[in-house]
Nanobody
Framework: QVQLVESGGGLVQVGGSLRLSCAAS????????MAWYRQAPGKQRELVAR???????NYPDPVKGRFTISRDNAKNTVYLHMNSLKPEDTSVYYC???????????WGQGTQVTVSS
């Protein structure tokens, strides 16, 4: 049974930092691509960061230079380090997993991040 469980969200002031964690089970984590997405009310879900099984990372412009994705294969966990947070970062953040050749994609239930203004 596949589970992606996010944690680490909360309320933070502008300019602050948070670290999100996603603990995965039921997948072949070491050969999976992992990613973080976010979705705010009234907006479409958007990619925040992605990391391949080989450790290659991708970031869209709104978070580039501020957010860092990393993975610990021994712990089956992916992290999102968020620095210099802005009000527009306020969203529900979701963990995502997919594997090359797989027909299935998996999502966590999300964790709320709120940045005060």
């Amino acid at each position: 049974q596949v589970q992606l469980v996010e944690s680490g969200g909360g309320l933070v002031q502008v300019g602050g930092s948070l670290r999100l964690s996603c603990a995965a089970s039921g997948i072949r984590f070491s050969i999976s691509t992992m990613a973080w997405y976010r979705q705010a009310p009234g907006k479409q879900r958007e990619l925040v960061a992605r990391i391949s099984n080989g450790g290659i990372t991708n970031y869209p412009d709104p978070v580039k230079g501020r957010f860092t994705i990393s993975r610990d294969n021994a712990k089956n966990t992916v992290y999102l380090h968020m620095n210099s947070l802005k009000p527009e970062d306020t969203s529900v953040y979701y963990c995502y997993s997919v594997r090359t050749g797989s027909l299935s994609e998996y999502w966590g239930q999300g964790t709320q991040v709120t940045v005060s203004s």
